[in-house]
């Protein structure tokens, strides 16, 4: 079974915490995947983006417009 996205947020120095439904919860580092991947740079360069994340449908995966 894929685990299910509980809850998340934002956090300052684009920083993700995510907690799933099986209780993992993971504190992850979205400046590496900016610095690394093109279509990650405009969390960085459009101002309140990064805070403007999105759960998906089917509640495992996030993403931004």
């Known amino acids: 079974m894929i685990p299910r996205i509980k809850n998340y947020r934002a956090l300052d120095n684009y920083m993700l915490y995510v907690e ?6 993971v504190m992850y580092d979205v400046m590496d995947d900016i610095r690394t991947l093109p279509s990650f740079r405009p ?3 459009i101002c309140g983006l990064f805070k403007q994340i999105r ?8 993403f931004w417009e």
């Open 55 to 62: 759960l998906d449908s089917s509640r495992t995966c996030l």
């Open 43 to 45: 969390l960085l360069d």
């Open 20 to 25: 799933f439904d099986d209780g993992y919860k």
